[in-house]
């Protein structure tokens, strides 16, 4: 099935330039990416977006983290791109992510891994609605 999904590359990707090494794991797997866009965002905005994580003790350090400076935000649309983009991302913690995913390429640490992306339909719908449609 064709879907779309949304991928970010995080503050730590953007700051050390890493933005075509990474879209270029994209297209290897046959992931077109629609739209792309260096946008940065705010707190307020941060805490909008992972309000779903509001209740989690993680919560304040990644909107501080996801606002603390430029991200490239993208549509990627491809067949399964949902899960594949999960594949291509790796386990959260970089030091537990396979070999080979972006994140264990690129992962800093648990909190500066790199990259976001959608992790289902709805996610996918709603974080593409939050960057694209306003």
Do not use: W
Request: aromatic fraction near 8%; hydrophobic fraction near 35%; charge should be positive.
């Amino acid at each position: 099935m064709i879907e779309q999904t949304l991928s970010i590359i995080k503050p730590d990707a953007v700051e050390r330039n890493l933005e075509n090494k990474i879209k270029s794991f994209f297209k290897a797997k046959n992931l077109k990416i629609l739209k792309s866009k260096k946008v940065q965002i705010t707190k307020e905005e941060a805490t909008e977006f992972y309000k779903e994580h509001q209740t989690k003790p993680f919560y304040q350090n990644l909107c501080n983290y996801l606002s603390s400076g430029p991200i490239v935000v993208m549509i990627l649309e491809g067949e399964k791109a949902i899960s594949i983009n999960r594949e291509i991302m790796g386990a959260t913690d970089p030091l537990k992510a396979e070999e080979g995913t972006l994140r264990k390429i690129y992962g800093i640490s648990i909190d500066k891994n790199s990259v976001h992306g959608s992790d289902g339909l709805e996610s996918a719908k709603t974080g593409i609605g939050f960057f694209f449609d306003k």
